[in-house]
């Protein structure tokens, strides 16, 4: 787990602890200490603690005009035992909502595992967004479907062409532009 790095490729366009409005503002990251875990396994010192034991993040990237982030997320997402949900939402989610954002990309390739319990935050979140979105991308199959038989997709977009295997390959306004593109589509907007 603990060589499972952040995306770092934009941070000549983005770094959460230099934005003002980041909850990660002024965080400062030592490499070479590794105090964080999940189930006794350190994780990269990059990774951000949104207050869960078991999910960490990283917001790649904010743009406070079109209003959208991309943020890529590492662990096991347990709603039973730890609702990690709680702390995205509370922690992360609403102070980005209250600064304008309502499109949110979630990267979930290191998603290793997901526990669901009930859907009150997504509901909240789907609300909060208003003429926005939550699309999630790269999650893994198996754990697309326990949040399917949680009903997180009456909430969350995922699947399909809204999968991009090769997101590091674009700049984040080019890969915000796509899925907006895709999204708008499944939306009939």
Known sequence: ???????????????????EYSPFYGREYIITHYTQEIYGYYIHPMWDNIGSETLYIKILYVHYGEGFA?????????????N??????RNVIDLMINKGINKFILIGENILNFHGSDECYYEEWFEDVEDGW?????FRDFVLDEMSHYN??????WGGSLDIANWR?????KLYQIIKQQITFRLGE
């Open 169 to 173: 390959t674009f700049l984040p306004v």
């Open 70 to 82: 991309i943020i890529e997320l590492l662990g096991e997402w347990n709603d039973t035992l730890y």
């Open 1 to 19: 787990m603990h060589d499972i790095e952040p995306y770092y490729g934009w941070e000549k366009y983005y770094v959460a602890s230099n934005d």
């Open 134 to 138: 939550v699309v999630a991308i790269n």
């Open 84 to 89: 990690d949900v709680m702390y995205l939402k």
């Open 152 to 157: 997180i997709d009456w909430y969350i977009n």
